[in-house]
């Protein structure tokens, strides 16, 4: 038996998707149910591929509604597209609603971070202490600040089944990015792993990387990781740096040092951690960029082919 096998997951359909877009879980309807529930939707540089995935999974029923745990491009960059294919409505945590309602793309972090996403219609939140109803299963939607202030993670109570996004993965976390901006915001992720701990979980969906069902183990591990962050906050910037760098590369696919000198000039978060951290290291963000895709090369994260790096 296959993890994507397990009880915990019967009538949900798992797509595990590269670490540009988030995994994506179609909870299949039940009974008279108006139609599937997709939770997070990917990256919009995979939307088409997105679209074909969930018509695959859908097998001619409709999808109802779009949930997303937050709104970082990765995880609802798929949102426009699949609401033109199959008219969706899309439901996202209230502390960024009206951000969508306006597109306001500083206060979503896509201006910042120089990534991209597609504006999609709002329906409606998910507000943490909320029952989300689907599948015939009771989702409570829980709290989840520190990667971003404002996520949730999902939790089915009876079935023992975590969709974690991007709060734990089987090693480690994603990104605070509140951190990035001088917000403090590692107790936050270390408070949220805290409640996970306490609840009573038999397997984990996360927003990347498989489905896990050793839950202590990756409690220890993002436990470890997150101390190593508080002992040293520019450990946490220059990984979050190259993070972005990455995210970069993998949505272009492949880019010149130019290109990503480039990037890393107008890019204001990445600017931001430039002058925390790397303006030490070099006299400009661009020269900061070749000394990080170096090490993104040395750790296998990015191969060089002559002036091109290609997102390995």
């Known amino acids: ?15 595990e998707r590269g670490w540009l877009s988030s995994n994506n879980v179609l909870v299949h309807p039940q009974g008279d149910e108006a139609g599937a529930t997709l939770i997070d939707s990917g990256h919009v540089a995979h939307a088409e591929q997105t679209v ?7 097998q001619g029923k409709a999808l109802a509604r779009i949930v997303n745990t937050h709104l970082h491009s990765d995880h609802c960059g798929g949102n426009a597209a699949l609401q033109r294919a199959f008219g969706a409505g899309v439901f996202v945590p209230p502390g960024q609603a009206e951000a969508v309602r306006i597109w306001n793309t500083q206060a979503l972090s896509y201006e910042p971070t120089g990534q991209r996403c597609e ?8 507000s943490p202490g909320d029952l989300l109803s689907a599948g015939g299963r009771q989702f409570e939607v829980l709290a989840a600040p520190g990667h971003d202030p404002d996520s949730v993670v999902l939790f089915d109570r009876p079935n023992g089944l975590l969709i974690s996004a991007d709060a734990l993965w089987e090693n480690g976390f994603g990104v605070v990015f509140p951190e990035l901006e001088g917000e403090s915001a590692f107790d936050d992720v270390g408070a949220v792993l805290d409640m996970i701990e306490k609840l009573p979980v038999v397997l984990v969906v996360p927003g990347h990387g498989g489905v896990f069902s050793e839950v202590p183990a990756a409690l220890s591990r993002a436990r470890s990781r997150l101390a190593a962050f508080r002992a040293s906050p520019m450990r946490h910037a220059r990984y979050a740096a190259k993070v972005l760098l990455s995210y970069h590369l993998l949505e272009e696919h492949s880019a010149t040092l130019a290109h990503l000198r480039g990037w890393a000039e107008r890019t204001p978060l990445f600017l931001s951690v430039w002058r925390q951290l790397g303006s030490s290291e070099s006299e400009t963000p661009g020269e900061w960029s070749d000394l990080l895709v170096g090490e993104l090369v040395a750790g ?13």
């Open 1 to 15: 038996m296959t993890l994507h096998n397990h009880p915990a997951l019967v009538g949900l359909t798992v797509l």
């Open 52 to 58: 074909a995935l969930v018509a695959h999974s859908l």
């Open 119 to 126: 504006r999609f219609e709002l329906h409606g939140v998910l």
């Open 300 to 312: 296998g994260a990015a191969r060089r082919a002559g002036d091109e790096v290609v997102a390995a």
